[in-house]
């Protein structure tokens, strides 16, 4: 079964001013957290995090807990492996023998959950985590260490990793810039000032609060070059967030559109790699961390490949 492993890039700050976290770095934090949740009524829950609407995200902390393992292949020096899983919610099943749709029955001992990979490069002091819709946040992850060990909020801060030479990267594929959509632009900031501002149309436009969804279909080299200036010009003013509203469909080398956010694919540093893997559903019990370890290796890969 193919899948495309996607994931978030995140520099991690840790404050000087928590005697706590002196000297610590994101492995030595994990390690508190691991002993922490282990001793939690001698349970061994592992349990960190728990949202408003009761669903629990667990950590595992598959690194330290199958030492030898790890230890055995090169690709994981350097690395703390860990793995976050949230409750699903409940579903539908189908019931083949009475041929019908019900619930899923509930049991509070065997809970369906959605995996997020993580991995912790310690020489970079970054963590590449798994995003895939439902999946566990880094938010997800922030919430629970600062609970679990008492922590002050600007104590741990995980920020997403800006690519390098962004507008270099867009220029790569300005040739093939077929429309761009501009999604409830503030239009009063792009209007050039007009001698007679008393028409209803001008009024309308000109004021601060109207919003407009553009697409302009791009046929011309020339307003290829716009595009790529005009998101230029807004993503070099740092303060505007008009940036994330703006989207461009092109060609790609398949010559099948795609539709691309410019914000989150070329300023925020994301991977991704195909991967062949069983069904998940078919794994025996001791072969979840044999899974993840592929998961965790693809995820070291692409990064490493994006970084050379």
Known sequence: MGKIIK?????IEISDKSLFLAGKSLEGILKELSSKLDDTDS??????DTNVNDKETSIWFDSFDDI????????FDNTVCFLLAKDMNYQFVENKEKKQ???SVHNEKIKPKIPAHCVFIKNMNILLMEEASETPTISTLKRGIITNLALKNEDLNFKAKYRENIIERLQQFVDNIK???MIDL???KYLKEIEDTDG?????LHNPNTKITAKLQVESNDWRTKVVNFFTDTFNNRLSKEVHNIKVTFKDEKQKDDIVSLYENLVYLKIEKDLYVEDISKLEEMDRLKYSKEIYKTMIEAYNANID
């Open 7 to 11: 994931s978030s890039v995140f520099d």
């Open 101 to 103: 749709i019900e619930n």
């Open 68 to 75: 030898t393992n790890f230890s055995k292949e090169k690709i």
């Open 200 to 204: 209803y149309l001008q009024n309308f």
């Open 186 to 188: 503030n239009i009063e």
């Open 43 to 48: 349970n061994n829950t592992r349990i960190i």
């Open 179 to 181: 429309t761009i959509e």
